[in-house]
């Protein structure tokens, strides 16, 4: 069990939801890459939960992390759950019969992956290799990869909703390319090893995730505004904040995780996220105000200090056509945006209580 009713309550949420397909995971191994980051502390809960609730025989998790940005907090203890550090950008080699594999190492934040360009390159293109070869010596049910809808680029409004084959709108060598292009590549490479050497691939691309379990100094949108509107500070709102986006919320998207993972669908890219509610910075900005209600912050026009944020490099909009997920996956994004806001709000001022109380019991 977490140690917040919140995520308690995603995690059950997740689990009814994916209940009738759950049973695939029964007496099989795992390998969960990054499984320590904000997206695999949510797929590491629901495991625990099924192994603990609902499976006959328990599924056993392989969860590697570099801890880079990751977590280890984000792991719970469990007899079927084995923490290793490692990178995958190096050679991953284990004698357990493997049945899934799930790469969901990354650094998702732009203010990260502007920190941590080689990294982020190596975790999309070499760590992507590795597990591929990995995945030629097992025989494999599904390969999960998480790519992003970064390898959209900067979509051109025509193509907004963007369906799954928009080409993209992308920099090659701009201030988000390490990101793009290497879940670009790491596309490529899935689909040519699946071809090649006919491993079952899935493809999932996250549009804007938040929730429970990003790190507070995550440095994304919704990290940052919440977190400023709590403590009373101001909230920075870059290029005028109408650059739009939409959000899904995180345990809508475990559930897309999983049915991707479990599906046996020909298809092999879907978008995950929520296509309602599109909205312009400076009103998800307003949004936050308004429900956090700390007379102490306010808004505050900025321009941002790493260039991931400038003009014609942040996307100005961003929505996805989620009707191949639907149709295939039966994916649901259930949650709204203004009750999902007050989940994560929740969960944040838990967080910060927490942090509160853990210095005033070292001091
Ligand atoms: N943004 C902002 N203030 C922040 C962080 C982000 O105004 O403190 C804006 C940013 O310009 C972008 C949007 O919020 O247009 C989403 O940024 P995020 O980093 O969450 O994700 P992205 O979709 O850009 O990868």
């Given amino acids: 069990m977490d140690k917040s009713d919140i995520v308690n309550e995603d995690i059950r949420e997740i689990s009814c939801e994916i ?3 759950s049973h695939n995971l029964e007496d099989k191994t795992v390998l969960l890459a990054g499984g320590a980051g904000f997206l695999g502390k949510y797929m590491i809960s629901t495991f625990d939960h099924l192994n603990k609730n609902l499976l006959k025989k328990p599924c056993n998790l392989i969860v590697l992390d570099n801890f880079i940005t990751g977590l280890r907090e984000n792991v719970p203890e469990s007899e079927n759950i084995t923490l290793i550090k490692h990178d995958i950008s190096e050679e991953f080699k284990t004698d357990e019969n493997i049945d899934y594999i799930i790469h969901a190492a990354s650094l998702a934040s732009p203010v990260f992956y502007n920190k941590f360009k080689l990294e982020t390159i190596n975790a999309g293109f070499l760590g992507t290799r590795n597990l591929l070869e990995l995945a030629k010596v097992k025989n494999l049910k599904n390969f999960l990869f998480f ?71 995550d440095g994304r949108v919704m990290a940052n505004f919440v977190v400023a509107a709590i403590e009373g500070k101001k909230i920075p709102l870059y290029r005028r904040g109408n650059q739009t986006r939409t959000f899904g919320y995180v345990s809508d998207a475990t559930a897309g995780w999983f049915k991707a993972l479990l599906s046996n669908e ?74 999902g806001v007050k989940k994560f709000i929740g969960w944040v001022e838990e967080e ?12």
Avoid: W
């Avoid at 709108?169 to 988000?176: A, D, E, K, T």
């Avoid at 910060?352 to 001091?363: I, M, S, W």
């Fill in 19 to 21: 209940e009738d397909i």
């Fill in 147 to 217: 790519s992003s809808s970064e390898v959209y680029g900067n979509p051109l409004p025509e193509f907004i909703p963007t369906k799954e084959d928009y080409f993209g709108h992308v920099s090659c060598n701009g201030p988000r390319a390490c990101y793009d292009e290497s879940k670009r590549i790491g596309e490529t490479l899935c689909v040519s090893y699946g071809d090649i050497h006919d491993i079952p691939i899935k493809i999932v691309r996250p549009f804007n995730i938040y929730g429970p379990g990003m790190r507070l100094d």
């Fill in 266 to 339: 020909k298809e092999r890219v879907f978008n995950i996220g929520n296509d309602d509610q599109e909205i312009k910075m400076k009103h998800l900005a307003e949004l936050v105000l308004g429900l956090v209600g700390n007379k102490s912050s306010a808004i505050e026009y900025v321009e941002d200090t790493t260039s991931v944020y400038r003009d014609n490099v942040d996307p100005d909009r961003r929505c996805p056509d989620l009707t191949k997920s639907r149709e295939l996956l039966n994916y649901k994004a259930k949650t709204n945006l203004v009750y």
């Fill in 352 to 363: 910060l209580d927490n942090r509160r109380k853990g210095l005033e019991d070292k001091t």
